[in-house]
């Protein structure tokens, strides 16, 4: 039945996208709801909460308020808080009641700079879509606002797009992969919405940006636009995941995550003779999509997929497993954080 999940939880959703991209930046960060959704966004949705602390805070919008879209308490609530945090610049993240009464984030970006003297940034989410939409918006207006361009290129500079918590496999993959990186020979690496707003405001100095996330794209294409930075879509695996089977030729396999991360793998297994096909709930750009790949809809899509096709091995978050009916295969664990919340095997 269209819209009836049995087995699968909700997926995070794009607030917490956008929470997730803003949360290690230093600003001060007002989620324009009534409590629930920052409740949410702190406690489900962002591992780092509790070992990171950031200034996340609901707007406390109260029924009349918000229907009569009394925007001066918002900004009464944000100013008392920029006079006791010494933040950078501050956002306001969308969620359905905004939504719901069409608020007008321009003219509220506009009343909150001229009142606390911060650069202001809106993300116009609606709490209806999934986390990857939220982190999209999200890299894109921090772009946009805080990107100048300074006419300089450095030598050997990367930038990297995608890689929240609620985008890794494992929660140690973006160290990894910044360690791998210097590694290489790349003087440095810059995980954006890790380092302050230093390194945003020099993209235009990167040689490359990666992509490891389908979030991540449209921020790398704004960038390649912008400043003629070049972008690959890649997520560098750990190694292990090709070693589950000594034969994998002939294999029918299945790969479900976010896209960058299931074709990354999916093209590590069909070079080792797998026949594979990937599926994604998030978003699906068609440079990133292969003839075979899915992009599904509902939870019975996922149901459908596996009955039609005798897959022997299925790689996606163990809390899926639980979904996947009459399959016999081997499952394996492939985590995301966006679906099942778990921050460790």
């Known amino acids: 039945m269209k819209g009836l999940w049995k087995y699968i939880s909700p997926?995070?959703?794009d607030q917490s996208g956008a929470g997730a991209v803003l949360y290690g930046l230093g600003g001060i960060i007002v989620v324009c709801d009534a409590g629930?959704?920052?409740?949410n966004i702190c406690g489900f949705d962002e591992p780092r909460w509790f070992s990171q602390r950031s200034a996340v805070f609901s707007a406390g919008l109260r029924d009349m308020d918000a229907i009569l879209g009394r925007d001066d308490r918002l900004v009464d609530k944000l100013a008392s808080v920029a006079e006791d945090i010494d933040a950078d610049f501050a956002?306001?993240?969308g969620t359905p009641v905004p939504a719901v009464i069409a608020t007008d984030y321009r003219g509220l970006r506009r009343l909150a700079e001229k009142r606390i003297q911060k650069p202001i940034i809106t993300v116009e989410t609606t709490g209806t879509e999934y986390?990857?939409?939220?982190?999209a918006l999200a890299y894109k207006e921090l772009l946009k606002t805080f990107a100048k361009e300074t006419g300089k290129r450095q030598d050997n500079s990367v930038g990297i797009f995608g890689a929240t918590p609620l985008d890794c496999v494992f929660p140690q993959d973006r160290e990894r992969i910044k360690e791998?990186?210097?590694?290489?020979?790349?003087d440095e690496v810059h995980i954006y919405g890790e380092e302050g707003l230093e390194p945003l405001q020099r993209a235009c100095e990167n040689t490359l940006n990666l992509v490891l996330s389908p979030s991540g794209l449209e921020a790398a294409v704004y960038a390649c636009k912008k400043f003629g930075t070049p972008y690959e879509c890649i997520y560098p695996l750990q190694g292990h995941e090709t070693k589950v089977l000594d034969d994998w030729k002939g294999k029918r396999v299945l790969v479900v995550h976010q896209q960058v991360a299931?074709?990354?793998l999916a093209d590590e297994l069909a070079e080792r003779g797998a026949d594979v096909?990937?599926?994604t709930w998030f978003s699906a750009p068609r440079e990133l999509m292969k003839e075979k790949d899915v992009h599904l809809a509902e939870e019975d899509d996922f149901l459908r997929l596996i009955e039609e096709n005798s897959f022997q091995v299925i790689f996606a978050d163990i809390f899926l497993k639980r979904a996947t009916g009459k399959f016999k295969g081997l499952f394996v664990d492939f985590p995301h954080f966006a679906v099942s919340g778990r921050t460790s095997l």
């Not at 629930?36 to 409740?39: F, T, V």
């Not at 986390?131 to 982190?135: F, N, P, R, S």
Request: net charge positive; with cysteine.
């Open 131 to 135: 986390y990857d939409k939220g982190e």
């Open 277 to 279: 096909m990937t599926a």
């Open 91 to 93: 956002a306001i993240i």
């Open 262 to 264: 299931a074709r990354q």
């Open 36 to 39: 629930g959704c920052a409740g």
């Open 11 to 13: 997926f995070a959703p």
């Open 180 to 186: 791998q990186l210097l590694h290489k020979g790349w």
